[in-house]
């Protein structure tokens, strides 16, 4: 908890940050002023399905702010060489890790959900002539926390990962770049319905696109093929079937892969070692 604070606190006391969220707030809400679109014809503007097809893209942005605050956190003290006092105090290594994680996720979920929560409020400016449906907060929580929450958790478990693995801001930078472009591959070649256009797809490529989309798009849409209009403009997505396999899997995945890097994790700097040839 001191660590999480102190990282928090690190951040917040600095004129500049403040300066960044008032600027992502305001790119928020410029970029829903002027999406001013529904998916299907007789689509309600403010349906919970649209809501959560933008929630679950706009989670994408946590890409970028989960692999900058991974950059800067993750080697901190690594950086500044203060790893062997660090690590000297009273605190053991997995305390460190899981609190130094939940910093990073703290930050990069906090800017992906102002960025999604400034979009949709941008939104409201331009629903002048749209079929709307009546206000309600869970069409707006479910979503957060099934695709905003749980996709950020994802990019910063391997964001850090990478960062404490190779000790290198550089491969984390890298990583995050990495996940985009193979994530926007994956569902190119995959027969994806976010990439595919609407175009007839078998029932085995949708399954497999929804069982093995680390966002959970593919799986969304797979979940929501088969509902009418009027379900679409009304009912919040079930939190079952492949949709809840897929979120599942990726929330394992990223546990896994963490638990194995705070088992690898050493303290010290990896250099290389140099032979003098004589």
Do not use: H
Not at 45 to 72: C, D, G, K, R, V
Not at 83 to 99: A, G, T
Not at 180 to 208: E, G, R, T
């Amino acid at each position: 908890k001191t660590i999480i604070l102190f990282d928090l606190k690190s951040y917040c006391n600095k004129w500049s940050f403040l300066l960044l969220i008032t600027i992502l707030i305001a790119f928020g809400i410029f970029g829903g002023s002027n999406a001013s679109f529904t998916l299907s014809e007789n689509l309600a503007y403010n349906s919970p399905y649209q809501i959560a097809f933008i929630t679950a893209f706009l989670s994408l942005s946590s890409l970028f702010f989960a692999t900058i605050f991974s950059a800067q956190l993750a080697l901190k003290e690594i950086d500044y060489n203060l790893n062997l006092i660090y690590f000297s105090l009273p605190i053991s290594k997995k305390q460190f890790l899981w609190s130094r994680l939940f910093s990073i996720l703290i930050l990069s979920f906090g800017f992906t959900f102002l960025f999604t929560i400034s979009f949709f409020i941008g939104r409201e400016f331009s629903s002048n002539g749209m079929k709307i449906v009546n206000f309600n907060f869970f069409f707006y929580l479910n979503p957060i926390l099934i695709f905003t929450l749980i996709n950020t958790f994802f990019v910063v478990s391997i964001t850090t990962s990478v960062g404490w693995f190779t000790k290198n801001k550089l491969y984390t930078y890298v990583s995050g770049l990495l996940i985009y472009v193979l994530y926007m591959m994956s569902l190119l070649f995959s027969s994806s319905p976010f990439m595919a256009n609407n175009l007839p797809q078998s029932k085995q490529a949708q399954v497999i696109s929804a069982i093995s989309d680390p966002f959970g798009l593919s799986a969304y849409f797979y979940e929501t093929t088969n509902l009418s209009i009027n379900q679409r403009n009304s009912e919040i997505v079930s939190f079952n079937g492949i949709l809840f396999a897929n979120r599942l899997g990726v929330i394992l995945l990223s546990v896994l892969l963490l638990i194995i890097v705070f088992k690898r994790f050493s303290t010290s700097k990896k250099v290389k070692s140099i032979e003098n040839k004589k």
